[in-house]
């Protein structure tokens, strides 16, 4: 059974940060890249950033650069979200998804093959 499982969420004082973890089980994640998604109420999901499988290339969203850090720890099937110098605008429901191919996770062509629940990160003061 894949199951992709999100947890560290909650919430954070604006300048504050929080650490996301996706454990991963079900399929070869050795062979995935992940990506995570965040979705504000009210808005479209959105692509925040993607680590290949293969040699660990990572891809940005402009509006978390020099913010956020993803990672991956291929031992233990878990990929990292690091949230830095957070602000109320990163308030929504964080998702990972898991897919072959990060072209998939980056530019939306398809849905990928999982998905995880969810963790809210709320920002507020």
């Known amino acids: 059974q894949v199951q992709l499982v999100e947890s560290g969420g909650g919430l954070v004082q604006p300048g504050g940060s929080l650490r996301l973890s996706c454990a991963a089980s079900g399929f070869t994640f050795d062979y995935y890249a992940i990506g995570w998604f965040r979705q504000a109420p009210g808005k479209e999901r959105e692509g925040v950033l993607c680590?290949?499988?293969?040699?660990?290339?990572?891809y940005y969203a402009d509006s978390v650069k020099g913010r956020f850090t993803i990672s991956r720890d291929n031992a233990n099937n878990t990929v990292y979200l690091q949230m830095n110098s957070l602000k109320p605008e990163d308030t929504a429901v964080y998702y990972c998804?898991?897919?072959?191919?990060?072209?998939?996770?980056?530019?939306?062509?398809?849905?990928?093959?999982?998905w995880g629940q969810g963790t809210q990160v709320t920002v507020s003061s």
């Open positions: 680590i290949s499988s293969s040699d660990g290339n990572t």
């Open positions: 998804a898991a897919d072959p191919s990060a072209v998939v996770l980056r530019l939306g062509v398809r849905d990928p093959d999982y």
